[in-house]
């Protein structure tokens, strides 16, 4: 049961432009939800979080916009560069369920000089 | 300050044996999780310690186990291994409180033979 999915594997766009990552889950009573960036042999690194009570959330080049309604998350990268070239995951919690992130698939973003 | 560390990085194994993964969370976390990463897959929870006690369990077989010892350094140990245990293991660490992002270290590469 894929409780969070990410349904592009992959995600082309020129520098300069925006690139948006999607996300669709299917549990309602996630708490909060975070987008995580991974390159080649690291680890996962934490870009941007929303809670759940919220609609967006802005940190720089990224915003993270939530419609609950339609259990569905989006990352915007504005204005997109080559270092953002990396697998974008996206994933959420439930607070009762402490530290327990349930992920996506992830996409792949690549990002053209 | 150091990030979370994970030992080794590499390692190789055959079907029938043990492993033992290590790894040090941030300095002031409390709270270490571990992660299960199949190649092209989001990481899959595993296991939470938070404070030396198990907080929480994924799905996995009996042969995972763990434990989290006073300095908050934790150990994943898997018994039998399977091939299909062939992953990227990856630790994170968080303070512990609600809406703390976990930190993951680069994790350990397991191969099965």
């Known amino acids: 049961d894929q409780q969070v999915k990410q349904n592009s594997p992959s995600l082309s766009v020129q520098e300069g432009r925006i690139s948006i990552l999607n996300c669709d889950y299917t549990?309602?009573?996630?708490?909060?939800f975070l987008w995580y960036k991974k390159y080649p042999a690291e680890g996962p690194t934490f870009l941007i979080s929303i809670s759940s009570i919220k609609d967006k959330n802005e940190d720089g080049r990224f915003t993270v916009f939530l419609n609950k309604s339609a259990k569905h998350l989006s990352l915007h990268i504005v204005p997109s560069q080559p270092g953002d070239s990396a697998v974008y995951f996206c994933?959420?919690?439930?607070?009762?369920?402490?530290?327990?992130?349930?992920f996506g698939g992830g996409t792949r973003v690549l990002v053209k000089p | 300050d150091a990030g979370v560390t994970q030992s080794p990085t590499h390692l190789i194994k055959t079907r029938g044996q043990q492993v033992t993964l290590r790894c040090s969370p941030i300095?002031?976390?409390?709270?270490v999780s571990w992660y299960q990463q199949v190649l092209g897959q989001g990481p899959q929870f595993i296991f939470q310690y938070y404070e030396k006690e198990e907080r929480g369990r994924g799905n996995f077989p009996d042969r995972f186990s763990a434990r989290q010892f006073p300095n908050y350094s934790s150990e994943l140990n898997v018994n039998a291994l399977l091939l299909g245990d062939s992953a990227l293991y990856l630790c994170?660490?968080?303070?512990?409180?609600?809406?703390?992002?976990?930190?993951f270290g680069d994790g350990t590469r397991l191969s099965i033979l």
């Open positions: 994170a660490s968080s303070l512990g409180g609600s809406n703390q992002p976990q930190h």
């Open positions: 300095s002031g976390h409390k709270s």
């Open positions: 994933a959420a919690y439930l607070l009762d369920a402490g530290n327990k992130l349930t």
């Open positions: 549990n309602s009573m996630f708490d909060y």
